[in-house]
């Protein structure tokens, strides 16, 4: 167990514990509290987004962002195929459909030919999109310029999911703060973690206040409890909030380790033209928060994706094939779906990602690059 080497495991900076001891002198550990008002304050000036509210996952600050766009039972959401399940759940909480995207080579992201001929095939079908979900995979930038064009043309407001982008810019600019929403997460396995907790940005206060208000069981002001809406229980605790404040002071060098870790596999790995990697788009700056390969099996001489993953499995590595693209998976199979090229299938049956924790040392990825070397 001790000696597995791990897809992406949490990896503390050092300062997470002075702030929950804070918590615990002040006996803040609940409701709410300083820790929570400041994380919230470092994720504002490290992203730029204006406001965000703290939340229990980034399922949550999802399904905040589609309620506070008015997305009901019926409603249409477009948003790609090539994703984690996290993205598609809270669209049917809501009782809406899911309308999937193929992904585009370029990015891997939502394809914006296809999402142009989505949106004005359900427009003549009688039923325009609520809402636009761009994800940005694996810490890689969507094609922001053509959807925000697109989004506005139509006047389709935007959710960017970058739960697996903090850290990640297009044009010099964040991601998840190029939407009316933008939602994070700090789940265990992401870039940086609370343990388990996400957030949601926006530009607009108001919005923002609303979220709070929805995420804390909708109580209206009143001295009894008294609510007049649905009311969630989506808000993070101050105690998560403290590792979070930890984890903000490092984010920086975190975004830098994986990138350098992306760098090393691209290296190790120049002498086997049968593996390539994960795109990044002209102008954009990914996170790298996996690695991620795509083995060419005309030249591999036999070795697929499996036979690696396998191979790493044996010596306690994990690696993981890509995200199986949605519009395949037995619970959304019967929701519309738009591609012509099956580039999320294609990438899930060829992909895998490699270990690309920020705390993997030297000889880790040393290991791990000599067992694929041996497989070629
Ligand atoms: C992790 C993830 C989410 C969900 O975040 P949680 O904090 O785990 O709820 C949503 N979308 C994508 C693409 C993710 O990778």
Known sequence: MNNKIY??????????????HQAFEENWIAPLGPNVDNFEKDICQYTGA???????????????ALILLGVQAGDEVICPTFTFSATVNPIVYQGAVP???????????????ETQRAIED???????????????LYGQSA?????MELATHYDIPVIEDAAEALGAQYKGKMLGTFGKFGILSFNGNKIITTSGG???????????????????????????????????NYRLSNIAAGIGRGQMEVIAERVKQRRAHFEFYKTAFAGIPAISFSPELENTLGNRWLTCIV??????????????????????????????????QPIFANYPYYGSRQVAEDLFTRGLCLPSGSNLSTEDLAKIATSIKHLF
């Open 7 to 20: 897809l992406s495991s949490p990896h503390m900076g050092g300062g997470e514990l002075k702030y929950i």
């Open 50 to 64: 204006s406001h965000a509210a703290a939340l229990s996952s980034g399922t949550a600050a999802i399904h905040l």
């Open 99 to 113: 309308v999937f995207i193929d992904s585009g080579y370029s990015t891997w992201n939502i394809c914006v030919k």
């Open 122 to 136: 359900r427009i003549r079908k009688g039923k325009k999109p609520k809402a636009l979900m761009i994800v940005h």
């Open 143 to 147: 094609k922001m310029d053509e959807l």
């Open 198 to 232: 996400g957030a949601l940005l926006s530009h607009e206060e108001d919005l923002i206040k609303k979220a709070r208000f929805l995420a804390t069981q909708a109580r209206d002001n009143a001295p009894h409890y008294q609510h007049s809406q649905i009311g969630y």
């Open 295 to 328: 083995v060419d099996e005309k030249q591999s001489g036999g070795v697929t994706r499996e036979t690696i993953r396998l191979a790493l499995e044996k010596q306690n590595i994990e690696a993981r094939p890509l995200w199986k693209p949605m519009h395949l």
